[in-house]
């Protein structure tokens, strides 16, 4: 679909986007001044002017085209600058939210609500005082999120409360290792396939460097490791012996901690890589399906089967592997609800102490953008999603995390299931940016939380995995400089 912003305001373009987005799925948009109009073809313009009045800002949307309407909202003027920009927003998205939903007649799941983690705005509200029941109720009537999506908030956020507290001298791990077998077409990770391989003893070399300075700095700073998380890429589609340097490396600081490794793709998985796992304290595997149904799994360009994941799955619980997680991914092309119910049956059959179910997202990076591939009906993938909840429920498992991403079928959510006591300390806190992140290799964010106000500040790690196997030295330096400024 093709949209057109009229707006003196074109640094509010993008937020107007989003909120179309939440109606009508995938679509590019134009923003023109007032008097640039008339230009460009398109299926919907919204024109936003801004109108003071009094003490008050009134923004006013009106929408043309294939759908037609106006709205309006207000705005308390703030002297202070970030608020004024955020009330300001909100006024805009909310306006013109007002005019799709009357329209529409459609009540999206999350409302109006366009960022990635909805939960981020419950602990803000809890913050300033409100109770969590305060907070969720603020999100249904002001941001018209439906009951399902209050009870789903309802629920993460009463676990991860249960959940052990983020201590200020421990950091998480994370350890990146960029090689995937293929290229799944929704990815859009900067990952590589592994090819030849040449790369990969280089990399390991570099990622043994950046270990080995990491432990130092922590000795340094005082600090110790609270949870290691491997992933990527795909960490199993390293040979053995270079993923017994990287886990042998890592054992004295993961010792007795969290430790996951994403063991993603069940046709990298062998004994041998799993017997490394337990011999150097590995604690808990993801081995993600996707899907059960072998044509969809060769139509998003990976080359194993429902089978091998079943196989993966029972080697692994047969070798004492207690903490296992599984992914599924909602809406992927090709399936129906009573394909996406199948492969919920094989997951409900194998028991995982975890299972995390996706959306499908088709970002710009994806071989699926690419081809133009649309997203799935909205609605379809809403009931999937439920129909996963209802399971999930049924296993004992109960929602721990969820974010949002940008290009979701139906504006909808990813959301982590896990048995009491097999929650990721690390997706909550990554998720919820809580705890310190030390990220290691090509692509890695490290990041430090100030103890109060929610400030982050980052240090990247070159994507490249040229570059960063070149520049190793330099990442390093990078997150010795973290520690040393000012937050
Ligand atoms: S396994 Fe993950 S990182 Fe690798 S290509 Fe697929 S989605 Fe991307």
Request: with cysteine; charged share 25%; aromatic share 6%.
């Amino acid at each position: 679909m093709k949209l057109t912003i009229i707006t003196k305001a074109p640094e509010l373009a993008n937020d107007l986007a989003d909120v179309a987005r939440i109606f009508f799925g995938q679509l590019e948009y134009t923003v023109l001044a007032p008097d640039e109009e008339g230009q460009g073809d398109t299926d919907i313009t919204v024109r936003m002017a801004e109108e003071p009045r009094e003490d008050k800002t009134r923004v006013r949307v009106t929408v043309s085209g294939s759908v037609s309407g106006e709205g309006s909202r207000d705005f308390d003027t703030s002297p202070d600058a970030l608020e004024h920009k955020r009330v300001r927003k909100r006024a805009a998205k909310l306006a013109l939210y007002d005019v799709f939903r009357s329209v529409t007649g459609r009540q999206p799941p999350w409302g109006a609500l366009t960022g990635i983690r909805p939960t981020r705005l419950v602990y803000q509200q809890m913050e300033r005082g409100k109770s969590l029941e305060e907070a969720l109720n603020w999100l249904r009537q002001d941001f018209d999120v439906t009951p399902a999506k209050v009870q789903l908030l309802r629920e993460i956020v009463t676990v991860q409360q249960e959940l052990p507290a983020v201590r200020p001298e421990q950091v998480e791990l994370y350890v990146g290792i960029p090689f995937c077998v293929t290229r799944c077409t929704y990815c859009s990770f900067s990952s590589g396939e592994i090819g030849s391989g040449k790369l990969v003893v280089p990399y390991v070399d570099a990622l043994l460097r950046e270990i080995s300075a990491v432990k130092q700095l922590l000795m340094n700073l005082g600090m110790s490791v609270s949870t290691v998380y491997m992933g990527g890429g795909t960490p199993t589609s390293l040979p053995a012996p270079q993923l017994k340097r990287v886990l042998e490396a890592l054992r004295p600081l993961a010792a007795g901690k969290e430790f996951t490794v994403e063991a993603g793709r069940p046709d990298t998985i062998d004994r041998e890589k799993l017997s490394l796992f337990l011999e150097n304290g590995v604690t808990r595997i993801s081995i993600n399906p996707q899907t059960f149904h072998d044509e969809t799994l060769e139509r998003i360009g990976r080359r194993h089967t429902g089978q091998q994941t079943e196989e993966a799955y029972l080697l692994a619980r047969s070798m004492g592997f207690d903490d296992i997680n599984m992914d599924l991914i909602a809406g992927l092309p090709g399936e129906d609800e009573q394909m996406f119910r199948e492969s919920l049956d094989h997951v409900s059959a194998l028991r995982p102490d975890s299972v995390t179910v996706h959306s499908l997202a088709i970002k710009h990076s994806s071989t699926m953008h690419l081809y133009g591939a649309p997203l799935p009906d909205g609605a379809m993938t809403a009931r999937m999603l439920d129909e996963a909840n209802a399971r999930a429920h049924q296993l004992g498992l109960r929602p721990y995390y969820m974010y949002r991403q940008k290009y979701m079928a139906g504006a909808l959510e990813n959301v982590a299931y896990a048995r009491p006591g097999a929650e990721c300390l690390y997706n909550v806190r990554m998720m919820e940016e809580t705890g310190h992140v030390l990220a290691l290799g090509a692509g890695g964010i490290s990041k430090r939380v100030a103890p109060t106000g929610g400030k982050i500040v980052r240090a990247p790690n070159v994507g490249n995995i040229e570059e960063y196997i070149g520049r190793v030295d330099e990442m390093c330096g990078r997150k010795a400089q973290l520690w040393q400024s000012v937050l």
